[in-house]
């Protein structure tokens, strides 16, 4: 008899043993790793101390019952929770309140965005688009940005518009008369939509509407407009809805809203860039993206999630991988232990290249926000200072990061979900449990898909400034700089010459050329064929989304191995030959395979390397990176909190957690469903003879049937 948590008659099934073996086999220290993945041994021990604190918080910290919670349940939880951190933000800088947000994201998405909407959204359109004094007073002096009096939303969506940012259809009049706007919701389709912490929660909204001056259209601004008073009772002129049901995040309370000619005052037009004077003498921006900085701050935050959330699902399902076995190899022997599914080959494909793609995800998030940052404080200074040489660098900064920001918030948003889903079927059965987490996130995670910009629009975009820029490079002689720096070599590529030949495949510098390469002559193609028919922008859509992928991914593998390089030896020179298959494998797999038709197409790589690398090197790779995937995934440094899944878990023993579990939410005492009398009532229903009052049977036919009765 084993006798271990239970009393057995055989002996279990022990994932923890090997787990624990690969654990203790390490060649490297997962701490250093952590070093690499969040950008620096300070951003490691922060998140670590954060973490710990939020495990430990009796409000904040996430358990098992989150998954069975109803949709009133969430909303009231996430409130307690906003309530909880609201405590925490009045003792942290933004900066370190914006990193535990981050982390939050993992666990809770519907309190990251909840919070996220007014501190990033509301408060983040203030300081984009706001003076000096209008950002002092709505977050300071109302101590909106310590979650204090105030409580925001973000009017950007309607009804029927959304990506199209410049077609919203609020508008917001001028009255010369009163030195007031008018806000007004001109019909249904303007009205806002989808906004998060309008139906219950938002006291004022920062609301997206056409500027209207003496009856001239400038385009979108932006105002902030009270909702409800003080006593959270609507304004005049404000009606406001939930939206209902929705795929998840339940616990976020978007809802509708339409204004009826609701008065503000001129000065509640966020005048940082538009400005309107009481005479009515309208001044517009330089570049008009420029009020759109709260979008962009919100992209950047959706690539750090990229990077969290796969992080999570792939540790579920490399652990699940490693702890699981099935079946027996098909070179196995007749008496040999089943395999564990990570030892296949194919599940090595399946997981292996989606941790590859987490670490590459990690520095393009950490770059990606390093730059918004220096790109905002540029020009907030500059703008501040009346300084125009300055002014026109944030611009040109801003530019790129539009582009950069737009290819990666699509593309690494679309990878995650889709990461989500396969981690999810690399479990199999077990996968589909909610407690395992992956059925929540997947509907959680799913918005960001369309979210502040959808993804095919975005990359549209995003090709079109690639397409746009490379025929000002060609035909123009410009230069350019940015992201964008490399089209300037344009000339120098556009002939058919092959790129890569199977040795080229092992150096990840030859690739990063190829995936410049693939994007200056896809996009030279775009432009030949956008003017064969006739500057049709629609009609190359597809390739246009196609670029911005590419991009992404030069973008990605870029600052991977920007940071390899910088890194030295002692302590992190066990990390580089890990790192350094790591971003091959990344390369390999969500670079070159799955855009195989396009290097192939533009000759950029040769058919025999493009054969022997997804016939026999994307494999070996997987292979060599296989004894380092318990390592890599705790690398990621996350706790068992933070995964909240009955499959997931650091030690292992994800059978007994996962039955524990199943049995506390489900207490097997309560065999019998609160509908249990319909149950009843259908399993012990009369005879079909008797419900039907033996009208259909012989001795009433014998009774009644003519025929019958005359024989």
Partial sequence: MNVNKTVDSDAAPNPRNLIQQERSSAVFNPD????????????????????????????????????????????????????????????????????????????????????GVHLGLFIGCVRSNGTFAQVNYWALEKESA??????????????????NVAGLQTTATFDEENDSFIINTPHIGATKWWIGGAAHSATHCSVYARLIVKGKDYGVKTFIVPLRDSNHDLMPGITIGDIGAKMGRDGIDNGWIQFSNVKIPRFFMLQKYAKVDSDGNVTLPKMNQLSYGALLSGRVIMVKDAFRWSSRFITIATRYGVGRRQFQAANAKENDEESQLLDYPLHQRRLIPILALCYAFSNGANVLADSAKEANDILESAVSN???????????????????????????????????????????????????????????????CTWEGD??????????????????????????????????????????????????????????VALQVAIIRGSAQCLKTLQAQNDNWDYIGADLVTLSKLLAHFFLLKAFLDKVKTMGEGDEKPLIPIL???????????????????????????????????????????????????????????????????IGGYEGNFYEEYFKIVNTNNPPENDKAPYNHLIMKMLHRGSYDDRTRQEFSDEVAELIDPELEDS
């Fill in 32 to 115: 250093l790793m952590n070093y690499f993945l969040e950008g620096s041994k300070e951003r490691s021990e922060e998140t670590k101390k954060m973490i710990q604190q939020m495990e430990r918080d009796p409000i904040l910290a996430s358990r098992s019952n989150y998954y069975d919670l109803t949709k009133a349940e969430q909303r009231e939880l996430t409130i307690k929770k906003i309530n909880r951190l609201s405590r925490y933000i009045e003792s942290e800088t933004f900066d370190e309140f914006e990193r535990r947000m981050s982390l939050i994201s993992v666990f809770d998405p519907q309190l990251h965005t909840r919070i």
């Fill in 146 to 163: 310590f979650i204090k009096n105030i409580y925001g939303c973000f009017g950007m969506t309607e009804l029927a518009h959304g990506s």
């Fill in 386 to 448: 009346d300084d125009k040489a300055g002014i026109d660098h944030g611009i040109a900064l801003t530019k790129s990061l539009f582009v950069a920001s737009g290819s990666l918030k699509s593309t690494c948003t679309w990878l995650t979900l889709e990461n989500i889903d396969k981690c999810r079927q690399a479990c199999g059965g077990h996968g589909y449990s909610s407690y395992s987490g992956f059925g929540k996130a997947y509907n959680d995670f799913a918005v960001q």
């Fill in 455 to 512: 993804n095919n629009i975005l990359g549209m975009s995003v090709g079109k400034q690639l397409v746009k820029n490379i025929e000002n490079v060609l035909n123009k002689g410009e230069k350019l700089s940015g992201i964008l720096e490399f089209l300037n070599d344009s000339s120098k590529y556009l002939n058919k010459e092959v790129v890569l030949n199977i040795d080229d495949l092992n150096s990840t510098e030859k690739i990063l």
């Fill in 580 to 646: 350094d298959k790591l971003a091959k494998l990344y390369s390999y797999t969500a670079a070159l395979e799955t855009f195989s038709g396009n290097f192939l197409t533009y000759s950029v790589i040769s058919p025999d390397a493009m054969t022997y690398l997804t016939t026999t090197r994307i494999q070996e790779l997987c292979a060599e990176l296989r004894p380092h995937v318990i390592p890599l995934t705790d690398s990621f440094q996350l706790s068992d909190m933070m995964i909240n899944s009955a």
